[in-house]
């Protein structure tokens, strides 16, 4: 099964694919869609939302596994956050796969076995999950959304065979 991991932000918004199974991972990719402070909001909102249906197109996950985020301190931070989430969850929706939601706590117990495992932690765990050497570079970023995926795969929950394989046709809607 393979899986997409998305770690939303409106700056830089994580991806990474990884398949297999519990247990047995294989990296496919990872990278980030960075905006640029000149962009409007809605400039930005769109530029990652046609970069993630790239990355969907190309590499052709069966799950989007998405973080939670809990912001409590700068409501507008939250609110961006929420419209990338957003952006990643229509383009979930439009290629028809069904999303997964975790907190970051949950992650990191998944994948560190510490809730609060730090980013250099975390980062180093995904490294050595997917046996991935320090040639290849890795984004904090990019690193958390490898291990959304990871933490999705390693829940087992799986799809029913006809979703896995299955993608029904794009329908056209008209307002």
Same mark, same amino acid.
């Given at each position: 099964m393979r899986v997409l991991g998305v770690d939303p932000g409106s700056a830089?918004?994580?991806?990474? %694919?990884? +398949?297999?199974?519990?247990?047995a991972f294989r990296y496919?990719?990872?990278?980030?869609i960075r905006t640029t402070p000149v962009e409007?909001? &809605?400039?930005?909102?769109?530029?990652?939302?046609?970069?993630?249906?790239?990355?969907?197109?190309?590499?052709?996950?069966v799950i989007v596994?998405? +973080?939670?985020?809990?912001?409590?301190?700068?409501?507008?931070?939250?609110?961006?956050?929420? +419209?990338v989430r957003a952006m990643a969850m229509l383009a979930a929706a439009q290629r028809s796969l069904p999303v997964r939601e975790y907190p970051?706590?949950? %992650?990191?117990l998944a994948i560190a076995a510490f809730g609060h495992a730090d980013k250099t932690q975390m980062k180093n765990v995904v490294r050595r999950t997917?046996?991935?050497? &320090?040639?290849? +570079?890795?984004? *904090?970023d990019a690193a *958390?959304?490898?291990?959304?995926?990871?933490?999705?795969?390693?829940?087992?929950r799986p799809l029913r065979l006809r979703d896995a394989?299955?993608?029904?046709?794009?329908?056209?809607t008209h307002p």
């Open positions: 830089v918004t994580g991806f990474g %694919v990884v +398949e297999g199974r519990p247990g496919v990719t990872a990278g980030c409007t909001a &809605p400039e930005r909102l769109q530029r990652i939302h046609s970069g993630l249906l790239r990355v969907i197109d190309e590499h052709l996950p596994s998405l +973080e939670r985020h809990f912001v409590a301190r700068n409501p507008q931070s939250a609110f961006r956050i929420g +419209e970051p706590n949950q %992650v990191k997917l046996g991935l050497g &320090p040639e290849l +570079e890795l984004a *904090d *958390d959304a490898l291990a959304l995926a990871i933490c999705d795969l390693s829940r087992a394989v299955e993608r029904p046709a794009r329908r056209e």
